[in-house]
């Protein structure tokens, strides 16, 4: 006996083509979205000049440092863009549909207009890389990834449905859970083609228990800082999963599964892992670890660069701090004297409200932007360092947490200042 359940999203047996005469209703398959995905560079959009570009094909680039820090909203085109291959296009809005399939009673096909009809969600939240400040990171020992400096992350005002409530209109009610360990998965799946996925398109996946959690405020994003989503940011529609490093936010959605276990793509399995130090590319056993999902607390010094020369008397350093899984920051300290000393750090979110890492009077999903000064008379060392409000702290030294791909260089950030007399 054939149920919904065994099929997942494709035909997989010869025989099926034939019943699905018949069980056109039962067979549970996930459509065409309307998504084209092409296979060269030729249809990119533009971009911002001042953009550093780490890697042209796919188009991987992040803002000058001093950008993040200019408002506590990142500007969408100086917001950093992460690509695993060239970047879908649309023909006609008209024909999009994102289906929702697997483990699911009736698999169900929407429209850009049955998602808008949902209640519009507006999240806050920052979207941080995993491989933020790796390039650091391969100076102690070469890592492999992109390299990126400290601008991997941004801050944005999302706006869509509710995940939680796009999954109640296929039967699956709020919380949903076989436990929380294991369990199902939701599984995202957009159309762009990746050379790590052999030409397929890019997906990840989140437990069910997440994403039927209301408070959890997993989007289905259809706008970015009050725009529709540009190209780069995953028009029409993007996953949005809040405190959660951004490999699993899924651009370009074409469809969602519901599935038994955790989705078994590339950047799930052989990807965004963090290995001990002591695994190399010959010793690797992926299987031995899981996927990475909220990211650890994190902060960067962005109105310096790495060397400065300044004369001596007052310097104001400003930054970011953040954490995962809507931990807020209970603290930023800042030291002027390479690590011997420390002053705590102003905390701000909008600019003159002093920031409190509570859920009702800040923005839990969003970093925290810092502010300390002090005078400089002698060459020195500035760090960061900031702890979260379940006391987790950065790693002094990135040398402890070094590891082959690269991933959670959340080391204290030191900036270098020679004071010229
Ligand atoms: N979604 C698709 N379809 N393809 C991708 O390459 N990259 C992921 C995620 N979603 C990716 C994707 C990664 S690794 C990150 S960090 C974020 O998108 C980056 O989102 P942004 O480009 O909007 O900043
Ligand atoms: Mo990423």
Request: charged residues 20%; contains cysteine; aromatic residues 8%.
């Given at each position: 006996?054939?149920?919904?359940?065994?099929?997942?999203?494709?035909?997989?047996?010869?025989?099926?083509?034939?019943?699905?005469?018949?069980?056109?209703?039962?067979?549970?398959?996930?459509?065409?979205?309307?998504?084209?995905?092409?296979?060269?560079?030729?249809?990119?959009?533009?971009?911002?000049?001042?953009?550093?570009?780490?890697?042209?094909?796919?188009?991987?680039?992040?803002?000058?440092?001093?950008?993040l820090?200019?408002?506590?909203?990142?500007?969408?085109?100086?917001?950093?863009?992460?690509?695993?291959?060239?970047?879908?296009?649309?023909?006609?809005?008209?024909?999009?549909?994102?289906?929702?399939?697997?483990?699911v009673?009736?698999?169900?096909?929407?429209?850009?207009?049955?998602?808008?009809?949902?209640?519009?969600?507006?999240?806050?939240?920052?979207?941080?890389c995993?491989?933020?400040?790796?390039?650091?990171?391969?100076?102690?020992?070469?890592?492999?990834?992109?390299?990126?400096?400290?601008?991997?992350?941004?801050?944005?005002?999302?706006?869509?449905?509710?995940?939680?409530?796009?999954?109640?209109?296929?039967?699956?009610?709020?919380?949903?859970?076989?436990?929380?360990?294991?369990?199902?998965?939701?599984?995202?799946?957009?159309?762009?083609?990746?050379?790590?996925?052999?030409?397929?398109?890019?997906?990840?996946?989140?437990?069910?228990?997440?994403a039927?959690?209301?408070?959890?405020?997993?989007?289905?994003?259809?706008?970015?800082?009050?725009?529709?989503?540009?190209?780069?940011?995953?028009?029409?529609?993007?996953?949005?999963?809040?405190?959660?490093?951004?490999?699993r936010?899924?651009?370009?959605?074409?469809?969602?599964?519901?599935?038994?276990?955790?989705?078994?793509?590339?950047?799930?399995?052989?990807?965004?892992?963090?290995?001990?130090?002591?695994?190399?590319?010959?010793?690797?056993?992926?299987?031995?670890?899981?996927?990475?999902?909220?990211?650890?607390?994190?902060?960067?010094?962005?109105?310096?660069?790495?060397?400065?020369?300044?004369?001596?008397?007052?310097?104001?350093?400003?930054?970011?701090?953040?954490s995962?899984?809507?931990?807020?920051?209970?603290?930023?300290?800042?030291s002027?004297?390479?690590?011997?000393?420390?002053?705590?750090?102003?905390?701000?979110?909008?600019?003159?409200?002093?920031?409190?890492?509570?859920?009702?009077?800040?923005?839990?999903?969003?970093?925290?932007?810092?502010?300390?000064?002090?005078?400089?008379?002698?060459?020195?060392?500035?760090?960061?360092?900031?702890?979260?409000?379940?006391?987790?702290?950065?790693?002094?030294?990135?040398?402890?947490?070094?590891?082959?791909?690269?991933?959670?260089?959340?080391?204290?950030?030191?900036?270098h200042?020679?004071?010229?007399?």
């Open positions: 006996m054939y149920t919904t359940h065994e099929f997942g999203c494709f035909y997989s047996q010869p025989l099926v083509p034939l019943l699905s005469l018949f069980l056109i209703d039962a067979v549970n398959v996930c459509k065409m979205s309307g998504l084209r995905a092409p296979s060269n560079y030729t249809e990119e959009p533009q971009r911002h000049p001042s953009l550093i570009v780490n890697s042209q094909e796919p188009f991987n680039a992040e803002p000058p440092r001093s950008a820090i200019a408002s506590y909203v990142t500007p969408v085109d100086l917001f950093y863009k992460r690509n695993h291959g060239p970047i879908p296009v649309i023909d006609d809005i008209e024909r999009y549909r994102v289906s929702i399939c697997g483990l009673e009736k698999p169900l096909e929407l429209s850009m207009a049955d998602i808008r009809k949902l209640r519009r969600h507006i999240v806050t939240a920052t979207l941080q995993a491989g933020n400040r790796r390039t650091a990171m391969s100076k102690v020992k070469a890592v492999k990834g992109v390299g990126w400096d400290v601008s991997a992350i941004g801050n944005a005002i999302w706006g869509g449905a509710k995940l939680a409530d796009v999954l109640e209109l296929v039967g699956i009610s709020k919380l949903t859970s076989v436990s929380p360990l294991g369990g199902k998965h939701v599984e995202f799946v957009s159309v762009d083609k990746c050379k790590e996925e052999k030409g397929g398109p890019y997906k990840g996946s989140i437990p069910l228990i997440q039927t959690n209301s408070d959890a405020e997993v989007l289905l994003a259809y706008e970015m800082n009050g725009e529709p989503l540009n190209r780069d940011h995953g028009y029409p529609l993007r996953v949005i999963v809040p405190g959660v490093i951004g490999a936010s899924v651009k370009w959605l074409s469809s969602i599964n519901i599935i038994e276990n955790e989705c078994q793509g590339f950047f799930m399995q052989r990807d965004y892992k963090m290995f001990p130090p002591t695994v190399n590319w010959e010793n690797i056993d992926w299987s031995t670890r899981r996927p990475q999902m909220d990211f650890p607390v994190q902060s960067v010094i962005c109105s310096l660069e790495e060397e400065n020369t300044v004369k001596p008397g007052k310097i104001v350093v400003h930054g970011y701090a953040a995962g899984g809507g931990r807020g920051i209970e603290r930023v300290d800042v002027f004297d390479g690590g011997k000393t420390w002053v705590e750090a102003i905390r701000y979110q909008k600019s003159g409200i002093p920031y409190v890492a509570d859920d009702t009077s800040s923005d839990k999903w969003a970093w925290v932007l810092f502010k300390a000064e002090a005078d400089v008379s002698h060459t020195t060392e500035i760090v960061a360092k900031a702890v979260d409000i379940s006391a987790n702290v950065q790693p002094e030294n990135v040398e402890v947490i070094w590891n082959l791909r690269g991933i959670f260089n959340t080391s204290w950030h030191r900036v200042i020679h004071v010229q007399h």
